[in-house]
Nanobody, 124 residues
Framework: QVQLVESGGGLVQAGGSLRLSCAAS???????MGWFRQAPGKEREFVAR????????YYADSVKGRFTISRDNAKNTVYLQMNSLKPEDTAVYYCATHTPSLGLSTAQAMYKYWGQGTQVTVSS
C-alpha cells in the first residue's frame, strides 16, 4: 500500500508559477509516477510522468515547455514545477503511482495509487 499526499496548490495569476509536491509513504518508493488533472466539468487528463529514477520524463502537449516533473527519491517526493500558468491550467491536480510494467503509459488505468488532489486556480 502506498499513500500519496499532494500539496502546493493555490491561486495564482496568469503567467505565474507554482510547484506542486507529492509525498509518498508506505511501500518502497521505486515506482514511476504521474501527474494528472481534472478541470471542472471535464475528464481527468494526463499531465506528466517520470520513471523510477528520474531519467525519463514525458509531458502532455498542452504543458510541454511550461511544466517540469522531477523527483527526489531520498525524500520520497515527486514535484511538478508549473511556469507560465494559464487560466486553462485551472484544475485539481493528482499524483499517482504507475503499475510496475515494462513500458510506461499515460492511461489512468495503468496508475494504481492516487492522492487526494490539490486545487490549482489560475486567474486571468
Amino acid at each position: 500500500q502506498v499513500q500519496l499526499v499532494e500539496s502546493g496548490g493555490g491561486l495564482v495569476q496568469a503567467g505565474g508559477s507554482l510547484r506542486l509536491s507529492c509525498a509518498a509513504s508506505g511501500r518502497t518508493f521505486n515506482y514511476a509516477m504521474g501527474w494528472f488533472r481534472q478541470a471542472p466539468g471535464k475528464e481527468r487528463e494526463f499531465v506528466a510522468r517520470i520513471n523510477w529514477n528520474g531519467g525519463t520524463t514525458y509531458y502532455a502537449d498542452s504543458v510541454k515547455g511550461r511544466f517540469t516533473i522531477s523527483r527526489d527519491n531520498a525524500k520520497n517526493t515527486v514535484y511538478l514545477q508549473m511556469n507560465s500558468l494559464k487560466p486553462e491550467d485551472t484544475a485539481v491536480y493528482y499524483c499517482a503511482t504507475h503499475t510496475p510494467s515494462l513500458g510506461l503509459s499515460t492511461a489512468q488505468a495503468m496508475y494504481k495509487y492516487w492522492g487526494q488532489g490539490t486545487q490549482v486556480t489560475v486567474s486571468s
